[in-house]
């Protein structure tokens, strides 16, 4: 029971590149996340997707797109990368909306 | 939306002690407050909720109160331990359908031995 898992873990990527990263849950949950946590700021919502088939915008949308491809897997994409986006981002799901999160080991994106 | 604020951003200690985190959240609907602790490098995990209609959960040496009129909860750690060094986040939110958590900005707990 490997529980969420994201891919890659690191990745360094120039101003401009596109790059997708990848989320699966192996739970059966039905909500999924993708937030970023830079420091001194805590973790803040980019997107969320509280069922399959559903996907809404978080606090810091901008410059990300995402895919809820089936009920395990949510990708985030981001399509021209920029130095602000530097951070380590987390995925996350959970059973129902005000239920425990249960979050991926994290990737640390790094922007020059 | 929802908007939570935490306090303090950073705690030390002496082992031993107590500790106290403290959040405000907005939303007067918000019924589901959770706490997370976050080890260095690692990812944060649930340590212990608290639903709207309970004013206390105790779990071992970790404690959530509520309090719904004022809008604030708070988390006790008693005895502290070294291995409790971390950042701890609050969280709030409605338990409705395609609502999501709004976290807290964190504190830094420290644990000195």
């Known amino acids: 029971n490997a529980g969420v898992t994201q891919t890659p873990k690191f990745q360094v990527l120039k101003t401009g590149q596109s790059m997708t990263l990848q989320c699966a849950q192996d739970?059966?949950?039905?909500?999924m996340y993708w937030y970023r946590q830079d420091p001194g700021m805590g973790l803040r919502l980019i997107y969320y997707?509280?069922?399959?088939?559903?996907?809404d915008k978080g606090e810091v949308p901008n410059g990300y797109n995402v895919s809820r491809l089936n009920k395990r897997e949510f990708s985030l994409r981001l399509e021209s990368a920029a130095p602000s986006q530097t951070s380590v981002y987390f995925c996350?799901?959970?059973?129902?909306?005000?239920?425990?999160?249960?979050f991926g080991e994290g990737s640390r994106l790094t922007v020059l | 939306g929802e908007n939570v604020e935490q306090h303090p951003s950073t705690l030390s200690v002496q082992e031993g002690d107590s500790a106290v985190i403290k959040c405000t959240y907005s939303?007067?609907?918000?019924?589901?407050f959770p706490w997370y602790k976050q080890e260095l490098g690692k990812r944060p995990q649930l340590i212990i909720d608290?639903?709207?209609?309970?004013g206390e959960k105790k779990d071992q040496r970790i404690a959530v109160t509520l309090n719904k009129t004022a809008k604030h909860f708070s988390l006790h750690i008693t005895e502290t331990q070294p291995e409790d060094s971390a950042v701890y986040f609050c969280a709030a939110t409605r338990e409705t359908s395609g609502s999501r958590l709004t976290f807290g900005e964190g504190t830094q707990l420290t644990v000195n031995p």
């Open positions: 996350a799901s959970s059973r129902t909306a005000a239920g425990e999160l249960f």
């Open positions: 939303d007067s609907a918000s019924n589901y």
């Open positions: 997707s509280a069922s399959e088939g559903t996907t």
């Open positions: 739970m059966n949950h039905n909500s």
């Open positions: 608290i639903r709207s209609n309970v």
